[in-house]
Structures are given as C-alpha cells and as structure tokens.
C-alpha cells in the first residue's frame, strides 16, 4: 500500500514527467524536488501517527494527540527560537525542537497528574491551556520580530513540506525508525498500560521506565517532523484510530501499522497539496485538516 | 449624501452603554424582565462596538454583584450623565465643514472635507504618494513599514498595514485615513466611520493606475498643480524606459521574479509587477499563473527554466531558490536584486522600479 | 511464603495502615474483612509493592520484596483489583494474555504456551465463549470474571483478590471461591481475599483477618474471629450466628 502510494505520488505533481526517457532537467525535478518532498512527507506521517500512537496508549485516551497535547506547539516554539537565535545553524532546529517538544509533554503531564491520579478531562484541559498558551507566545514572537524575516515561519506553522532536502529526509527518517523501535519494545506494556497505569504495574510493568521510553520517543519523531514540516494535524489522531478499527487495539500492531499508514495519509494529502491548484500550492497541513476532521466526526458519530 | 453630523439618532458614548451594563445587572438581578427588554432595545441601538464593551461591562458587574446597590446608583448617574452627553454632542456638531463626496479605488463612495487638514496613511505606498504631491506636511499618522520618503519615518507610527491600532488612529483626529487593499478593511471601516473618519481605499493595479492616483490624491489634498508635473515628470521617465517599439518583434526574455526564497512566491497574473516585466522586452513566465503573489510549485519552477532572475531583495530573498541551481540564468549569472521595498510598493518609485526592471532586461539585444 | 511484619502506611500525614503483621503460607488462603475505609484495599497494595511502607517489611521466599524487580514480583504476586476499564476496543483474550506479559521477553509476541495458559485461565472461569469478545462490551460480572482469568493466566503462585464477587451473580460466587479454593489446595497457591460476605468468608478461608481502622482488630480461625463482639466492633451491626447445616461452619445472619 504504501509503496503504491509512494510511487503513484512521484509520477504526480504540478509538472508531468513521462515514465522513462527522462532529460536532465526532469531527472532534476523527480529527484532533487519531487522524492524528497514525498519521502519526507512519509516519515513525517509515520511520526506523528507513531507517537499519536504511542501517546493514546499511554495516556489511556483515545484522544490524544501530538498537536492536541501541546507536543507539536512545543517543537514548533523550539524550531523557532532555533530560527531566530541560530538562523544559520539548521541543525539546532530538530534539537530544539525535540527539547521543546519533551518540555511540553512533561509540563502537560505534570499538570494532568494529582495526587488521584489523572484523568482524562485534566489531561486535555491540560493539553489545551499548553497549546494555547505557546501558540500565544508564538504568535507574540511572530509580532515582535521582524517580518521579513519571519514570512517563511508562517508558512512553516501551516504545515509545509516544500523545504524538503535530502538532509532533512535522512534526519526525519532517522528519528522516526529509532522512535518506531522504542515505541515497538514498549508495544506489549503499552497494552497493558492502556487498561490501566495501576493495573500495568501490578502485572510487571516499570511505569515509570514505559512512561519515559515513550514520552521520549514521541518528543523525538514528533520534534524532527515539526522542525521538517511545520503542524500537521490530525494525523497522530485519526491515523492510529483508523488503524485500531482495522487491526484491533494490540499495540504491536498498531505502532507499525500506524507509521505505515500514517506515511501513506501525509504522502497522499501532500499529493493533493501539489497537484489540486498546481502550479501553486497548499500548505500540507490545511489538507490534512481538511481530511481529518470530517473523517474523525464520523468515526465519533460511528462509535 | 451622508453628513456625519446627520447621524443624530442615539450617539451614546462608552458611559451609557456601561450605564446599561448597570442596569442590566441591577435588573436580572431582581428579575424585571420589561426593564431588560427596553435597555436590550436601547442597546441596539448602539454602535456594535460599543455593544460589545457593554457585553464586557456585564460579565464584570455579574462578578461584583454584591454591590448591586451601588451598581443602581452609578447606572442611574450614568445614563443621567450620557442623556447630557449625547445632546451636547448633536448641540456642538461643527455647523458647516464643507464636504464633497468622492469615489474611492473600490467604487465605495465617500464623503470628505473639501479642505483636508489631517492624513493618516496605512500603507507605504500611500505615504509615499501623500509625499509625492507634496502634502506630506499634513501626515499624522503612517504605519512602522514606511520608511520613505526619510521624514515619513518621524510621524507618529499607529501599528502596521494589517493591525493598526484603530484607538491611536482615533486619538490623531484625522480627516481621512487613505489604506491600501493589504489592509483587512473590513475590520476597522466601522469604528472609524462611527467616528466620523472617512476611510478612503487605494487599489491601484498597475503602473497607469498608479498615475491615476498620484493626480487623485493631488486632487483630494489641494495640491493639483504639484501632483501633474510629477506625474508628467513620470510619464516621460516611462517613455525613456520603455524599449522601442520594434523590439515587439523580436522574441521576449523569459523573467522570473522571485519575491521570497522559502517557500517560493512569485508574482502572478494580477501582480502589477507581470505588467512592468512584459512592458519592457521581456515576458514574465509565471503571468498565467491566477493570484498577485502566489506561491509556487518547485517542480514547475525547476522546469520554468527562466533566462532572467530578479530577487526582490529583503532579508530572507537574496539569493535564487535553489531550484533554479541549473536555470539559464543562473548559469549565465543573470540574476538581479531589486529592493523588495521599490518593487512592492506601487507608489511613485514604481517608475524606479520599471527603470531597474528595464536595466535587467536588454531591449532588443540577443544574450 | 509471604511475611508481613509491623507495616505502617501513610497517606501524607494520616496513617492508615498501622503495626499489620501476617503471614501467608502455601496453599493458605486468607479473608480480609473489615468496614469501608478499614485499610483493605491499601494493605493489598502495599503487599504488591505499589505502595511504600513507612514501616515494618514484606518478606517473599525469605527475600525483602523491596529489593525484587518489578517484575519479578509480578512473577509472583497477581493481583485482582475492582473495576478497571478500558477506552479501547481490547478483546477478552488480549486481556487475558497481557497477564502473560511478565514471561515474555519486552519485544517478544506470546509463544503457543502463553495462549494455552489463557486459554485454560478462561476456561477455568468459565468464559469459553467470550474470548473475542470486547472487553468493553461485557457485562460488569463477566468484566470481573476476565479479570480473574488473566489473574489465573500469569501462574503467579500468590492471588491478591480485592472483592472479587462484588458484582457476580450467585452462581459465579461460588464458581470463583471454589476455583480460588481447589487452586490453593491442589498447587499449593495461595490467596488473599477482600471480601463483604462473611459467610463466603468463613467457607471458604483457612484464615480470617479483621481490621479496623488500620489495625488488626482480630485474627484467627473463623470460629475466632467471627464473633458478635468483633463484628459490632468492626462493622457497627448485631448479628446471629448458628452453625451452617451443610458444611458445618459458622453462619453469620444480619438482625435489622
């Protein structure tokens, strides 16, 4: 499935390239434009649906979500402060973004958790009041810096794979195969943390170990694909729904099959971001979104 | 026609609608609904603005509601007080300001004093004009984006082109506010009309229009005879500019104009910029595509394959997107900067522009 | 096998656990009766190793439990907690098998051993027919039969059960206290029980433990503890007791 839709997407796009016989300058778009932005927008799907994945289970809510729980606001304050402070550095962004994004999950889990333990109402009213609350300090940085300056940040914010470089690619699938393995060693206690944290640690699980591996590996697929493309939403949301309703809910099954269709939803909505007004484009994110919420009120309205 | 002294009706000040809050407090509290009813009444009346701070005022009493007591006194006080207000107002309307009504770039009519005294320009581009023709002494108010002519950077800043600070606007007491359509109209025509501050829009759309609105604002500002010889001052630079007619003949130099690097914009069919391109010898590559700046696919850029590059220069554009590493003109080195703030601004120095343009642009001569 | 000596618990500044001592042997099963709020729930915990003490050890197979892996622990010691729920769609068997997880390695898919083990469990419990089902979709009673199921599936050799029975019907009362029952005295497995029902209690315990606000407040055999005294002193209610006509133990019948 995948691998189909990666390769019906790279004989798409905004120019029309034939099959065989390709002239330099073709060769040029194919491998220097076109790949790399379908690539990257693959990993940035498996992560963000891995982590979506992850974090679900987790947090014992069906509901969360990278962007829902301020992780993605956290790396996108990150990827800024990065491209405000160290502009030339290109490096510093994912680093940035990944502390950012782990700073974010931990002040939202801290403020979910009391003494009773944690619910879900706290945890997304704790997920809301971070995401708002950087997305304000985003919006203020955004105005108190120059413009010019910042005009391709906007962009950026929307979701946009257009940046897309080789280097970026192996960055982004290098996080996401190194958090799809933590989250895969942790999928069987993921299992049973998701009945229950109290539960978990009575039949053998390290909450405590679980809780640190997977926040980590979220922060981490979740900051390399914000620092990559911007805020996608949606995905880390309805990709891991989708696939519980195909495959059930053992997580060794949804983590990978998650990144796979994760990769196949971004990759598919990129394709229409490129070719749906071509020559101009979308931003990735606004069709994500745009895919995402009605399909995501069906499936409320379904369950 | 539309005086802003007819508008008699209730012009009640932000008093009288906290006035209202106060009653409404006082009045859901014991629970006469009639009195509600004819204060919600009186409330549409109210500008919506107004209305709104009002809203504001409620939630505010609702929490204090203990003091309800006091709340009765003060509304009482208050709406005393705005019925003196609102009749000193209509009393001390300025009896006879000769106006005249003219029509603006978007065929709004507006109604503005014959003698203009005080400008606010929300644009660059408008400050630059007001500037040209010379009435640039009677600018109050410009936005932090105008930085030309060098005086306009000393006049009172009120916010930028998209969020100005219509209270700062309010506080210069201006004649009219010229914007441009960057601006989101739609959010301050409102309060600045209840004000009585005409708003008069500028939209032009290509070198021609520009012209045309230079002598309309010599027009509306008094200063005619300053705004025609600077316009024919223009209109001849144009002509020098232009390349001679038979060049129409010979094939045209492919440009690309990249107005910013990451993500890649360019300019479009609607872009007055695709019109100075194709006005000297050459032929914008992306005037086909629909918007003024859209932004384009790298893989349509990559096989554009243009023979010129003019980068609007600012911060984040100095260099050609790096899709074009294998374009003509990089190649050849045909890649040139124009100052974003020149190429933007479809002001007076639009006709720098087409100078700088038809510098890049060899008339008639084979590479 | 499992040695509880002068544990103290604290919920920040209040104790509710004070001075506890038991001692569970092989093939022994214990009730643990006691009002609500009588400490329990928190005796089980901390048993288990969830909750620190501020006092006192807990000794398994000679070993401090302090010092054991979580998992070994686990290994040995399943516990049955009341209700638990669950927002995703798992199935009665994936239940079950998650009490498999401490025998598997971290990446490791269960082997056919583990869903015999669950298997079995199921059939023990008398929920053959449910495997597929979604846990989400049982009943209250079945929930807490699955519960046991997987409690039964991890083979851990001491069962911790926090009220059982509290919402099975009688036939499946019986069925979970005879399965507890024959487990212990075939495998030498061993139990703690919470429950509300002295006379399943005293069916059904070698041993029966009484607290009151955090203190034992009576130990023993049934015929020991179950007395009028203690009972008013525990559960502020007078009852009659007489002597059960089938099985000869004693019967406790509430006077209203």
């Given amino acids: 499935m995948l691998v189909i839709v990666l390769m019906a997407s790279a004989m798409l796009g905004a120019e029309r390239l034939p099959l065989f016989d390709l002239n330099e300058q073709q060769r040029s ?43 993605s606001n956290g790396a996108a304050l990150g990827t800024m402060l990065a491209f405000v402070f160290f502009q030339s550095l290109e490096i510093t962004r994912p680093l940035l973004a990944f502390a950012g994004a782990g700073l974010a999950t931990i002040a939202v889990y801290r403020m979910a958790k009391s003494r009773a333990g944690m619910n879900v109402e706290r945890l997304v009213l704790s997920g809301v009041i971070v995401t708002t609350f950087l997305s304000s300090v985003i919006v203020m940085l955004t105005t108190l810096l120059d413009a010019a300056k910042l005009r391709s940040f906007t962009f ?69 694909a914000v620092a990559a493309s911007g805020s996608v939403g949606y995905v880390g949301l309805i990709v891991p729904h989708l696939v519980r309703l195909t495959v059930g809910s053992d997580n060794r099954l949804v983590v990978p099959f998650s990144a796979i269709a994760g990769a196949v939803f971004v990759v598919f909505a990129d394709t229409i971001a490129r070719t749906a007004i071509a020559p101009r484009e979308l931003p990735v994110g606004a069709v994500t979104a745009l895919i995402g919420a009605p399909l995501f009120i069906y499936l409320l309205r379904k369950n | 026609m539309r005086f802003p002294h007819d508008r008699v009706t209730v012009k009640v000040g932000p008093p009288a609608s906290k006035a209202i809050a106060g009653w409404r407090c006082f009045a859901s509290k014991h629970r006469r609904q009639t009195w509600v009813q004819i204060l919600e009444r009186l409330v549409f009346l109210v500008d919506d603005s107004m209305w709104k701070s009002g809203v504001f005022f409620v939630l505010k009493a609702k929490v204090t509601r203990q003091k309800s007591k006091l709340c009765v006194v003060l509304a009482m006080a208050m709406l005393i007080f705005a019925g003196c207000r609102g ?47 010379g009435a640039g002494d009677r600018l109050v108010g410009d936005t932090t984006f105008c930085n030309y002519p060098e005086q306009a950077k000393q006049i009172a800043k009120i916010g930028d082109t998209m969020t100005p600070n219509i209270e700062s606007i309010i506080a210069l007491k201006p004649d009219v506010v010229f914007v441009s359509t960057a601006s989101q109209i739609e959010a301050f025509m409102k309060p600045l009309e209840a004000n009585g501050i005409a708003v008069y829009v500028t ?165 | 096998m499992l040695e509880i000596k002068d544990i103290s618990v604290s919920y920040g500044e209040r104790e509710v656990l004070s001075d506890v001592s038991l001692t569970l042997r092989e093939g022994g099963i214990i009730a643990l009766l006691g009002a609500n709020g009588a400490g329990k729930t928190t005796l089980i915990r901390a048993l288990n190793g969830t909750l620190p003490l501020s006092k006192g050890e807990i000794v398994l197979d000679g070993r ?71 846990m989400n979709h049982l009943s209250g009673g079945e929930r807490q039969r699955v519960v046991l ?93 007489d002597t059960h006509p089938a099985s000869g133990n004693v019967r406790v019948t509430s006077v209203f």
């Avoid at chain 2, 106006?99 to 603006?104: G, I, L, N, R």
């Avoid at chain 3, 059982?164 to 029952?181: C, E, I, K, S, Y």
């Fill in chain 3, 149 to 241: 199921a997987r409690a039964i599936a991890t083979n851990a050799r001491i069962l911790l059960l926090d009220e059982p029975t509290a919402n099975l019907d009688l036939a499946h009362q019986a069925l979970m206290f005879r399965l507890v029952r024959e487990r212990c005295r075939s495998s030498n497995y061993s139990a703690i029980v919470i429950t509300h029902d002295l006379n399943l209690a005293s069916e059904f315990a070698d041993d029966i433990i009484m607290l009151r606000e955090g203190r034992i407040a009576a130990a023993g055999k049934a015929e020991e503890v179950l007395t009028v005294g203690n009972i008013r002193e525990c559960f502020a209610v007078d009852v009659l007791l």
């Fill in chain 3, 64 to 134: 401090q439990i302090a010092g054991i892996s979580r998992r070994e622990i686990s290994r040995n010691i399943a516990v049955v907690a009341q209700e638990n729920e669950t927002r995703f769609p798992v199935t009665v068997l994936e239940f079950v098998l998650s009490g498999r997880f401490v025998h598997g390695n971290a990446f490791g898919w269960e082997s056919i051993a583990d869903v015999e083990f669950a298997r079995n469990a199921l059939n023990d419990c008398d929920l053959d027919e449910f495997e597929s089902r979604l």
């Fill in chain 1, 29 to 71: 778009i194919l491998f220097d434009i076109r790949l790399p932005r379908i690539l990257l927008g693959a990993c940035v799907g498996a992560s963000l649906a891995v982590a979506g994945a992850g974090l679900q289970s987790l947090l014992r809510n069906p509901l969360a979500e990278p962007y829902l729980l301020g992780v």
């Fill in chain 1, 156 to 224: 950026w914010l929307l979701g946009d794979l257009s940046q897309a470089t080789r280097n970026g690619v192996y960055l982004s699938a290098g996080a996401v195969i190194v958090g799809t393995v933590i989250l895969m060693s942790q999928a069987r206690a993921l299992n049973l943390m998701m009945v229950g944290e109290r539960d978990a640690f009575d039949f053998g699980v390290e909450v405590g170990r679980v809780r640190m591996l997977v926040f980590g590996a979220s922060s981490l697929v979740v900051g390399a």
């Fill in chain 2, 87 to 133: 009749r000193t107002d209509v009393g001390s309307q300025p009896a006879a300001v000769p106006m005249m009504v003219v029509t603006d770039d978007l065929g709004r009519t507006v109604t503005i004093p014959v003698k203009i005294t005080r400008v606010v320009s929300l644009a660059p581009s408008v400050t630059e004009n007001i500037f040209a023709v």
């Fill in chain 2, 203 to 367: 939209n032009p759309t290509s070198l021609d229009g520009v012209l045309k609105d230079l002598k309309q604002f010599g027009e509306l500002l008094g200063t005619q005879d300053t705004a025609d010889k600077l316009v024919t001052d223009l209109q001849r630079r144009i002509r020098a500019a232009l390349p001679p007619a038979e060049c129409d003949l010979m094939p045209h130099r492919r440009v690309f104009v990249q107005i910013s690097k990451e993500p890649l914009f360019t300019i479009g069919k609607q872009s007055f910029l695709t019109e100075l391109i194709n006005r000297v010898d050459g032929q914008s590559v992306t005037s086909d595509v629909d918007s003024a700046y859209p932004r384009l696919s790298k893989e349509t850029a990559s096989a554009l394959d243009p023979e010129i590059i003019i980068l609007s220069e600012s911060d984040d554009n100095k260099e050609p997107n790096d899709v074009f590493k294998n374009s003509r003109a990089v190649k050849t080195g045909r890649v040139y900067r124009i100052s974003a703030d020149i190429l933007s601004r479809p002001g007076p120095r639009l006709v720098d522009a087409l100078e700088q343009i038809s510098r890049c642009v060899p008339p008639c001569a084979a590479f």
